[in-house]
């Protein structure tokens, strides 16, 4: 079975400064998905970031980028130039073709200004 | 930009009454998914959905869980007889693609909430 873990249960950075929520993760399998979803007070699950497994290449989406370790089956999610907005609850999940997702126990993330 | 919605947005409702909970999928989406979180807890699957039949669901979705998809466009979960224990943040989501190896699109959930 496929198991997500996120050994951070909170974290806070100064706005503007970069943070980095670590994610990993347990499989047999090669071929997969990786995601990072935000869940901000009003508990909406908003994908932030998705990486194909097969892909060498780091996933980057303005702000928000992957530091994807295949060998080390870890995936972790950098955000830069913090802003307030990006408090929220953090996600890491894991997807195999053809399978559900299977999703990390979050971590909390706080920007402080 | 298209996007999943669900209702009621909160639900509350008595021990071992029926509940049925709301999804309209991003209309070209062929997978749809539910799952829950219990407060302070993990986001966990409980079913998946294609082709109008269940493809997989987990060891939560017992008996007491049902899925349908009545028209083209909405697909709801029922709770046969909820327990305090089902008091949880309900997601649906879609996904565009047969193989389900696509992006899930979340709703913004249903808190449903047991007395």
């Known amino acids: 079975a496929q198991t997500v873990t996120q050994s951070q249960p909170e974290m806070s950075v100064q706005e503007a400064e970069t943070v980095t929520l670590s994610c990993t993760y347990d499989t047999s399998e090669s071929n997969y998905y990786l995601f990072w979803y935000k869940q901000p007070p009003s508990r909406q699950m908003i994908l932030v970031i998705r990486?194909?497994?097969?892909?060498?290449q780091n996933a980057t989406e303005n702000r928000f980028s992957v530091n994807f370790q295949k060998a080390a089956k870890s995936f972790s999610l950098k955000i830069s130039d913090s802003q307030l907005g990006d408090t929220a609850m953090y996600f890491c999940a894991f997807m195999k073709w053809g399978d559900d997702m299977r999703f990390g126990a979050g971590t909390r993330l706080t920007v402080k200004p | 930009e298209p996007e999943v919605t669900q209702t009621p947005s909160h639900q509350v409702t008595q021990m071992g009454q029926e509940v049925i909970l709301r999804c309209v999928p991003i209309s070209n989406h062929l997978y749809f998914y539910w799952y829950r979180q219990i407060l302070g807890q993990k986001v966990e699957f409980l079913v998946s959905f294609y082709n109008n039949e269940i493809s997989e669901k987990s060891e939560i979705f017992d008996d007491q869980f049902s899925v349908e998809r009545p028209d083209g466009s909405n697909f709801t979960l029922k709770i046969r007889s909820t327990k305090l224990e089902d008091s949880a943040m309900y997601f649906c989501?879609?996904?565009?693609?047969?193989?389900?190896?696509?992006?899930?699109?979340f709703g913004p959930g249903t808190r449903l909430t047991v007395l």
């Open positions: 989501a879609s996904s565009p693609t047969e193989s389900n190896t696509d992006t899930q699109y």
């Open positions: 990486q194909e497994a097969y892909k060498q």
